[in-house]
């Protein structure tokens, strides 16, 4: 500098051999301490205030220049901005402070100059202007993406969307226009709630995946990165909005217990209090982390280095604050409605707690994915993409499978016309923390025989099946063999309920047949 009351210093550099593939370029600049004056020479001076932490307001005009034959630079427009950084106590080097960020166009060449404006004021305000010597410890470095992990992106990003395309394709069909989708009389059944949802999200994990990535990388726009920005977001706030709509059921029927059980009228009518929560957050996530990327990529259009952190500090600090909150409140809620939904853990089939378990571990990828940036255009490491994207295809492809329409004829999601004692039976449950099965809980051969004499709902869903035989036979009256059998008498029938020995051996079974025959020969039927 020329003196430390006026010292202006510029710091620039060239970056060469950038394509598309780099997808974008980020600068940051990082400051040394001032020396002391005192000292023999500049390179023996010692570091101004080195045992306290000191903040350096930083006044600096940053411009691009871009070059498409790496020779003859078209000069940018130079942006003007004012921030700070955090100079630490025992440290030469203060923070580093990040003064761009840009798409990469098609130039072959890029010429990054940032000058620094009476940089050495607010040291001189603090110690005075006899004890510093007129320089400044100034570099600037220039960040971008690796070509070789774009062609790595490129490659997963497709073998998911293609993945994805044909699972949603294939879903939706069975789905819709399957033989589950109509019953017996060729009358279209009503979808249950959660294959809705899972629909929902297989379709709209396609765009999460970004098939117009090979688009946006060659020719990067504001388009681009908005449309990449909405499908991100609408997935991800679909997914967490899933996560509380599906345990908060699975705490509802865990509720009384064995009796695990809700009917897809009693899902529909859910009330105000079970929707207003989920739909607030949805509003708010989607909102907030939509808004706040797209008015930072629309002001960098003509501003590179804009940050909302530089030019509204107390907003941005709101912001934060805001953010931070919701999802506190979001992560709570999450895991009260897990924890009442696991309330009858040790009944549960193995099945259930490997995919509750399996639901919690995708939770926790996410979520830290979405706190580490992991699905913004910034890189991250390659092992970590994979992670990231990866639990989020692999949960959603398993969704697929679990919600699976029922293969019977006339029968969508395990609901159908069930024959003789079809009526006495509850409707189909798709909805429990599995997602699906006649067994999510063991019961007791009492608990069906009850339901089936009084006429009320069984407590887990029994399967009936029309016989022609007596089930059990003698061994099954004397109540030897491998489980006891009772017979009730229902609306001109019989309901055999057979109860396998052990816990969690398979639960109830039961089947319906018609009333025996006369005894003609004097052995018992």
């Known amino acids: 500098c020329g003196s ?32 002391r004056s005192d000292a023999a020479s500049p390179g023996d001076g010692k570091p101004l205030l080195l ?23 078209v000069a940018g427009n130079a942006m003007p901005h004012v921030t700070s950084t955090m100079c630490r106590a025992a440290s030469t080097t203060c923070d580093r402070l990040r003064v761009l960020y840009t798409p990469l166009s098609a130039a072959k060449a890029y010429r990054v100059s940032v000058t620094l404006t009476d940089a050495l004021r607010p040291w001189v305000d603090a110690v005075g202007n006899d004890k510093i010597q007129p320089q400044v410890g100034v570099g600037l ?13 490129l490659g997963w990003r497709y073998f998911f969307v293609t993945a994805t395309f044909l699972i949603a394709l294939a879903y939706t069909i069975v789905l819709f226009c399957g033989p ?33 990535f090979a688009i946006a990388v060659s020719t990067p726009s504001l388009n681009a990165s908005a449309f990449s920005a909405v499908t991100t977001v609408a997935f991800l706030t679909a997914l967490l909005t899933y996560w509380l709509v599906h345990f908060h059921i699975a705490a509802l029927q865990s509720e009384v217990g064995p009796h ?7 899902m529909n009518n859910l009330g105000l209090c079970f929707w207003i929560p989920k739909v607030v957050f949805a509003t708010l996530f989607f909102v907030v982390a939509l808004s706040l990327y797209l008015w930072t990529r ?18 941005a600090d709101y912001f934060l604050g805001f953010v931070y909150a919701v999802a506190a409140v979001y992560l709570l809620y999450l895991f009260a409605l897990l924890v009442l939904a696991c309330r009858q853990w040790r009944r549960m089939r193995l099945g259930n707690r490997f995919f509750v378990l399996f639901t919690i571990a995708a939770a926790i ?26 639990a989020a295809n692999f949960y959603v492809w398993a969704l697929v499978f679990v919600y699976l329409p029922d293969k019977v004829s006339g029968v969508a999601g395990g609901r159908g016309d069930l024959g003789v004692a079809a009526a006495s039976l509850p409707p189909a449950d798709t909805t429990g923390v599995m997602g699906g099965g006649d067994d999510d809980l063991d019961v007791s051969a009492d608990d069906v025989v009850m339901a089936a004499a009084t006429g009320a709902a069984a407590p887990t869903r029994p399967v009936a099946r029309p016989t022609t035989a007596v089930a059990g036979g003698d061994d099954a009256a004397s109540g030897s063999g491998g489980g006891a059998t009772s017979g009730v008498e229902v609306g001109g029938g019989t309901f055999v309920v057979e109860e396998e020995d052990g816990f969690g051996g398979g639960g109830v079974s039961v089947a319906a047949k018609p009333p025996p025959k006369p005894i003609t020969s004097g052995k018992s039927d």
Not at 195 to 205: C, D, E, F, H, T
């Open 365 to 390: 990828i996410l979520v830290i994915g979405i706190f580490l940036d992991a699905f913004t255009p910034l890189r991250i490491h390659t092992a970590s993409f994979l992670v990231m994207y990866g």
């Open 260 to 266: 695990w059980h809700m009917t897809q009228t009693e």
């Open 141 to 153: 470095g220039v960040v971008y993406i690796d070509s070789g992990y774009t062609t790595f992106q």
């Open 51 to 73: 045992n306290t932490d000191f903040v350096w307001n930083v006044a600096y005009t940053i411009r691009v220049d871009e070059s498409e034959d790496g020779a003859n630079f």
């Open 180 to 212: 589950a989708s109509k019953d017996a009389s060729g009358r279209r059944l009503t979808t249950p709630m959660e294959q809705r949802w899972v629909a929902s999200l297989v379709i709209l994990l396609v765009f999460f995946n970004d098939p117009f």
């Open 298 to 315: 629309y002001q960098q259009l003509t501003d590179p280095g804009y940050s909302l952190m530089e030019t509204q500090a107390a907003i």
């Open 4 to 35: 430390v009351d006026s010292c202006n210093v510029t710091r620039s550099g060239v970056v060469r051999g950038l394509t598309p593939l780099n997808q974008f370029m980020s600068a940051s600049l990082r400051l040394e301490r001032p020396l």
